[in-house]
């Protein structure tokens, strides 16, 4: 598939779910901000669309900092571990948090439905999850292991 394929087909998606988003000046980038319930209330996300695949990206609006980047590596860790679909990532350099999805479209002439959903909401469900134990890790109130058994319970 090529690039204005997959645009086509998650533009769709986006405006039959009534989403709010807009594409970035000159890219292949759809980008749009999402009320959360956890502590964090917001996350924005981006849908980059590229040759035969496309990511998506929930950004957090709280970086980590030096001191806390330890915790927050543990407790990505532990989140990551036995995920399905997608992982959170930290950029040890600026301490972005950001949980994303991949999906392979090569070979593929259409995109499911399911696989559109699946690719957009989990990013936002995990960073809803997750949110308040990268809230309290980010601020230096908490531990990994608290947040972890908090989130799981």
Do not use: H
């Not at 695949?53 to 927050?72: C, R």
């Not at 259409?110 to 980010?138: C, F, H, R, W």
């Amino acid at each position: 598939m090529t690039k204005l394929q997959i645009m086509d087909w998650i533009e769709g998606f986006l405006k039959d779910d009534d989403w709010k988003y807009r594409q970035l000046e000159g890219k292949m980038i759809l980008k749009m901000g999402v009320n959360l319930k956890c502590k964090m209330k917001s996350t924005d996300l981006f849908i980059d669309v590229k040759d035969d695949e496309y990511l998506v990206y929930a950004i957090s609006p709280l970086k980590g900092d030096p001191e806390s980047l330890g915790e927050i590596l543990r407790y990505i860790s532990l989140v990551n571990y036995g995920m399905k679909n997608g992982n959170f990532e930290l950029d040890v350099e600026d301490g972005e948090i950001r949980y994303k999805t991949y999906v392979n479209l090569d070979g593929a002439t259409e995109i499911p439905t399911q696989v559109l959903k699946d690719s957009i909401y989990i990013p936002v469900m995990m960073m809803d999850k997750y949110g308040n134990g990268i809230a309290a890790l980010s601020m230096g109130f908490s531990d990994a292991d608290t947040e972890y058994q908090n989130a799981r319970s």
